[in-house]
């Protein structure tokens, strides 16, 4: 462990590099081994005794095949379907269609959304593959259940609440800037230690327009600064790239800045670049408590932020946002409106600010790494209208 301090009378700063022991604990969900042994278990407390041998080598290979997001949500879905069937009475597996309906059904009536159904039927599905139960079909593949799934889409509607967008909110389109913007937040990051963490941490996300688990993994050597200030940033994996062939993103001359500040005062040089910072002040006893010395401790860690750090990241500073009177909102709304934020916030922003900009799905899409033009649409509908065909000829005419 190394430690340097920086003393300005009244205030001392020591800033602590440590392994993470000396940061308050964090209940960790499932390191890979894990979500392997859990999907395990689950399937072997609901497999039928009369099932004929499985592959081992098969079943590891499927598993290792898959990202362990996708395992952890198949065993969690699983877990449901093994807790309704025990209730009701019913096999799961090899899972009846008419079963499957009516858990469907049950489901609905617990007010899930369309879109949580669909998974947890799309994750019954993969448990057949995998243990050789859909053969010629699995039974998810039934029209009765896929009927099932489009009467409840048609009576509730498919559209899903999406993460609030963090805009830039300045420069690109100021007449965007309601809410929460990403100006503002970047306005009420703080000059310490953990400030010029957050800042940095904002920045590149929206820059890059990273998902959380490329944003937490981002490393030091990962950036490759240029002569005009701006940089590119090397993706080594993310969620469409099981296959870890990598890819690359512009950071602007903003973003660096505040990079190269936070990198000079946690003298992080390779390794993760987004760490946790531990925050502990201190005030010496004195007979004068304005010219008391006081002593602030900033312990950085060397694991990565969670997805839950990063999203109390997003919101602690959006409430310092408004605290400071940056950000055009009534108190009313306060609450929602950061209960809205979340790590999709700063891709979904820089999604909406390129179809402001007129910017096409096509190219949107390539640009953030979304698996298709679809996907970036869906998250600009609305924006996406104004630079359509309709309106870029039509504007010309009819002004």
């Given amino acids: 462990m190394t430690e340097s301090s920086t003393k300005s009378s009244p205030m001392e700063i020591i800033v602590v590099r440590t392994n993470d022991t000396a940061l308050p604990t964090r209940s960790r969900k499932t390191d890979a081994e894990s979500v392997d042994v859990r999907l395990l278990r689950t399937i072997g407390e609901i497999i039928p005794t009369d099932l004929p041998p499985i592959s081992q080598l098969g079943l590891e290979t499927t598993l290792a095949a898959m990202a362990d997001a996708t395992k952890a949500a198949i065993a969690a879905d699983l877990d449901c379907w093994r807790d309704w069937c025990g209730e009701e009475g019913r096999r799961p597996l090899p899972a009846d269609p008419e079963d499957m309906v009516r858990y469907v059904n ?4 617990k007010g899930r959304k369309p879109a949580t159904l669909a998974r947890r039927i799309a994750s019954i599905a993969s448990v057949h593959r995998m243990l050789g139960l859909a053969s010629p079909a699995a039974p998810t593949d039934a029209p009765m259940v896929r009927a099932a799934l489009k009467a409840i889409r048609r009576q509730r509607g498919a559209l899903q609440r999406q993460a609030a967008p963090l805009r830039l909110g300045k420069a690109l389109d100021h007449h965007a800037a309601k809410g929460f913007t990403l100006a503002a937040l970047l306005e009420a990051c703080g000059g310490d230690l953990q400030g010029l963490r957050d800042a940095a941490l904002l920045s590149l996300g929206y820059d890059a327009g990273l998902r959380v688990s490329e944003l937490t993994r981002v490393e030091a050597t990962h950036i490759d600064a240029q002569d005009d ?5 090397f993706i080594p994996f993310s969620k469409t790239d ?5 890819a690359w993103a512009w950071l602007s001359a903003e973003t660096m800045r505040r990079v190269a500040l936070w990198q000079a005062e946690s003298a992080i040089e390779d ?9 502990y002040r ?3 006893r004195g007979s004068d408590p304005e010219t008391a010395l006081a002593r602030t401790t900033y312990t950085i860690g060397k694991e990565a932020l969670s997805r839950q750090g990063v999203n109390g990241i997003y919101r602690r500073v959006a409430s310092a946002a408004y605290e400071m009177g940056l950000v055009n909102l009534s108190a009313s709304k306060l609450a929602d409106a950061v209960q809205a934020l979340s790590t999709h916030s700063l891709r979904v922003g820089l999604t909406q600010d390129l179809f402001a900009a007129g910017e096409d799905g096509a190219g949107i899409a390539q640009a953030l790494r979304w698996s298709s033009p679809t996907t970036a649409l869906r998250y600009g509908r609305k924006l996406a209208v104004r630079s359509n065909v309709a309106a870029r000829v039509l504007s010309r005419v009819r002004s």
């Fill in 271 to 279: 390794g993760l670049l987004f760490r946790r910072v531990g925050v």
């Fill in 106 to 109: 049950a489901l609905d009536a």
């Fill in 282 to 284: 201190r005030r010496a």
């Fill in 229 to 233: 200030g701006s940089a590119t940033l």
């Fill in 242 to 246: 099981q296959e870890q062939e990598g």
